[in-house]
């Protein structure tokens, strides 16, 4: 059983589209952190949201983290051939001891 | 800056051989952690060490182990290597423990025969 699920597992769209990637738990987190990784590369850190409610943006892309910090989600803003990647949701129980947990990661094609 | 570097990036064995992986930090990190990466199981937390000390492990058997030098380059030990140890094999670097992990080497891709 994953702790945090993603969904959806594979979103291929057209350049331009808008599209939101989901990340959901049935636990509590201290922190959620949204990385994208490229074939061949390692995860590269997006953004991190402690506080419950809290939104960020970075420049096209959308974090939102849920009021009770048990999911978040992204969302792109006309997509781009650039935003292509695996993106993956991180984070570590509130309360627990720290062992970081990942979603499975939302693979992302956007098409020209 | 230089990023968090791994070596090599790839490497094959065969059953029942070890297997020994390299992470240099991002100079002044003192954190590295390390995460095996399947397509079926994503990413999963291996260990992490600060000041040469594991601070935190995740749930893998004995067989994988690490080490952190005084100059915080650390190390990771896989013995009597199974078909299912194939991943890719990354490491991170923060400046504290317990910092969700912030900067990713490449990685290393250890395919099993």
């Known amino acids: 059983t994953q702790l945090l699920e993603q969904s959806p597992q594979f979103l291929s769209i057209q350049e331009g589209e808008n599209l939101t990637v989901y990340c959901n738990s049935s636990?509590?987190?201290?922190?959620l952190q949204w990385y994208r990784q490229e074939p061949g590369e390692g995860p590269v850190l997006l953004v991190t949201?402690?506080?419950?409610?809290e939104v960020k943006k970075l420049k096209r892309l959308t974090f939102q983290f849920g009021d009770a910090r048990k999911d978040s989600s992204l969302h792109i803003t006309a997509a781009q051939p650039g935003d292509t990647g695996l993106y993956l949701c991180?984070?570590?129980?509130?309360?627990?001891?720290?062992?970081?947990?990942f979603g499975r990661g939302t693979s992302l094609i956007v098409h020209p | 800056k230089a990023g968090v570097t791994q070596t090599p990036r790839y490497l094959i064995k065969t059953r029942g051989q070890q297997v020994t992986l390299s992470c240099s930090p991002i100079?002044?990190?003192?954190?590295v952690s390390w995460y095996q990466q399947t397509p079926g199981q994503g990413l999963q937390f291996l260990f992490e060490?600060?000041?040469?000390?594991?601070?935190n492990k995740g749930n893998f058997p004995g067989r994988f182990s690490g080490r952190q030098f005084s100059n915080s380059r650390s190390e990771m030990n896989v013995s009597t290597l199974e078909l299912g140890d194939s991943a890719l094999y990354l490491c991170?670097?923060?400046?504290?423990?317990?910092?969700?992990?912030?900067?990713f080497g490449d990685g290393t891709r250890l395919s099993i025969l």
């Open positions: 949201v402690v506080t419950g409610g």
């Open positions: 991180a984070g570590s129980l509130s309360g627990g001891s720290y062992i970081p947990t």
């Open positions: 636990s509590v987190f201290s922190s």
């Open positions: 060490y600060f000041s040469e000390t594991q601070r």
């Open positions: 100079s002044g990190h003192r954190s």
């Open positions: 991170a670097s923060s400046s504290m423990p317990r910092d969700q992990p912030q900067h």
